[in-house]
Nanobody, 117 residues
Framework: QVQLVESGGGLVQAGGSLRLSCVAS???????MGWYRQAPGKERELVAS??????????NYADSVKGRFTIFRDGIKKTLYLQMNSLKPEDTGVYYC?????????WGQGTQVTVSS
């Protein structure tokens, strides 16, 4: 079971940018990976996913982040990234990476993103 450690969150003003990182204990190139977000008082949701390299690394985004967020990975570094631009207060939450569909055992601690207005 791959272990995942997220980092890169922080406090940022609306309109700002952050890049989240997710370092894996093993290869993630042949996995479909996703970034998930849990906003205060809401259920965890998938915001971005990237298919395995064997499936063309196709990317999908939630409508709420489309055009602002970019998911990508570095297979050599075993790291998944989420570049977040034009951040909005509604992007506030704890961000997690996991495979898709998510594995219960792969959830990490997440990284907190707070966007102030």
């Amino acid at each position: 079971q791959v272990q995942l450690v997220e980092s890169g969150g922080g406090l940022v003003q609306a309109g700002g940018s952050l890049r989240l990182s997710c370092v894996a204990s093993g290869s993630i190139s042949r996995l479909t990976m996703g970034w998930y977000r849990q906003a205060p008082g809401k259920e965890r949701e998938l915001v971005a996913s990237i298919a395995s390299i064997t499936d063309g690394s196709n990317k999908n985004y939630a409508d709420s982040v489309k055009g602002r967020f970019t998911i990508f990975r570095d297979g050599i570094k075993k790291t998944l990234y989420l570049q977040m631009n034009s951040l909005k207060p509604e992007d506030t939450g704890v961000y997690y990476c996991n495979v898709w569909p998510p594995s219960i055992r792969a959830w990490g601690q997440g990284t907190q993103v707070t966007v102030s207005s």
